[in-house]
Nanobody, 122 residues
Framework: VQLQASGGGLVQAGGSLRLSCAASGRTSSSYVMAWFRQGPGEEREFVAAIRTWGGSTYADSVKDRFTISRENAKNTMYLQMNNLVPDDTAVYYC?????????????????WGRGTLVTVSS
């Protein structure tokens, strides 16, 4: 399985960005896709995750600002990020977990994309 993330960039505080992650290769019929992020000098942290047939989980820091979604026919996941703040600055990684239960632990994900940089200026 290969994951390709895109959509990062530079945005001012209060702005919006939409990230995409396309999965290719052999996957199971049901799996979890997730976003993690890693800021400068910080550990990788969970952002949001979504199951194949619905159900999502968000980190408290992004709840009500970010929305995760996916198009199963395209094996593609999205992260709509609104009202961005400088603390959202990070490299955002997409990940895929073959079991169909959501986990917020990065070690529980089997596949990772290369990441896309989001920079929020104040």
């Amino acid at each position: 399985v290969q994951l390709q993330a895109s959509g990062g960039g530079l945005v001012q505080a209060g702005g919006s960005l939409r990230l995409s992650c396309a999965a290719s290769g052999r996957t199971s019929s049901s799996y979890v896709m997730a976003w993690f992020r890693q800021g400068p000098g910080e550990e990788r942290e969970f952002v949001a995750a979504i199951r194949t047939w619905g159900g999502s989980t968000y980190a408290d820091s992004v709840k009500d600002r970010f929305t995760i979604s996916r198009e199963n026919a395209k094996n593609t996941m999205y992260l709509q990020m609104n009202n961005l703040v400088p603390d959202d600055t990070a490299v955002y990684y997409c990940a895929l977990r073959l079991p169909s239960t959501i986990s917020t632990e990065s070690t529980q994900y089997n596949y990772w994309g290369r990441g896309t940089l989001v920079t929020v200026s104040s």
